[in-house]
């Protein structure tokens, strides 16, 4: 049976806009002949001309990142210092990257289109509800539940991180209850824009909006892949995601190539 494998994540680099500006990644390119030096660690005396095409010793790269550059996989961690507040054990602490059962990164994939949703829009249970009848699918545990929304084609764009909507509180917990584990977004966050978010809180004064996504894994504790591309080649379902971190011991998030699969 032959596969068919769709890239789900973008790029890391320096000139294309996919985080705000503190948080950009920096990329230090070493050609061949700039890594001379550490060849003479090695192998001291040795020239770049004694080499093969004297191309000098190794291309190479400085990479300056936080573990949230690039498409990502968040741990509990990140959001919460406790996790599953929901279960009869009560909250535990919440795990980090590689902690992350790894069953839990390589599942049958389910598309949620909210591309018609406007930017800053808050996600309910209604519309997950609405989304899963349309598309003719009922959650198994373990699905991995992408969403993708209008953020998906404005990789690069200066307003980026402000668009594109968000999954709130309810919605996430739709998902949490029916056995979710690993939900993604083709935005820079699984809840809404910040700038959006910050307007109802200085209106309301209700806090409770900041991060209300996220914070549904103090209840059940989840994961979520942030910044993913290309949701709009997948189908709704059929399909399986893999999506392993990176792992960085102790660590709020870890980096990862995310795939969809498809068996023709």
């Known amino acids: 049976m032959a596969r068919h494998f769709i890239d789900l994540s973008i790029y890391l680099e320096n000139d294309v806009i996919t985080d705000p500006p503190f948080m950009r990644p920096k ?3 070493q ?24 191309a000098g010793f190794a291309a190479a790269e400085w990479v300056t990142l936080t573990t949230h550059n690039g498409t990502h996989l968040d741990a509990p961690w990140h959001f919460h210092p406790t996790m599953d507040g929901n279960s009869e054990e009560g909250a535990q602490r919440a795990i980090t990257i590689d902690e992350v059962p790894l069953e839990w990164c390589f599942n049958p994939g389910v598309k949620l289109d909210f591309r018609h949703f406007a930017n800053g829009y808050v996600v309910t249970a209604a519309d997950v509800e609405a989304e899963l ?12 539940v992408l969403v993708n929304t209008a953020a998906g084609g404005a990789v690069g764009k200066p307003d980026f991180v402000d668009t594109g909507c968000g999954m709130g509180y309810e919605a996430t917990m739709y998902l949490l209850e029916r056995g979710i584990r690993v939900t993604g ?45 290309n949701l709009e080649s997948l189908p709704a379902h059929g ?20 795939v969809a699969i498809i068996e023709d």
């Open 27 to 29: 990329i230090t390119y």
């Open 185 to 229: 977004t083709d935005a820079w966050s699984w809840d809404a824009p910040f700038s959006y978010t910050a307007k109802k809180v200085a209106e309301s004064g209700d806090t409770s909006l900041i991060w209300e996504g996220h914070k549904a894994g103090r209840d059940i504790g989840y994961c979520h892949l942030e910044k993913l591309h």
């Open 31 to 54: 050609q061949h002949a700039d890594t001379v030096t550490e060849l003479g660690h090695f192998f001291p005396g040795v020239t770049a001309e004694q080499l093969p095409d004297g």
């Open 239 to 258: 399909f399986t995601v893999s999506c392993f971190p990176h792992k960085i011991r102790g660590a709020s998030a870890g980096w990862t190539r995310a």
């Open 133 to 144: 009848a349309r598309i003719g699918h009922e959650l198994q545990p373990f699905d991995i």
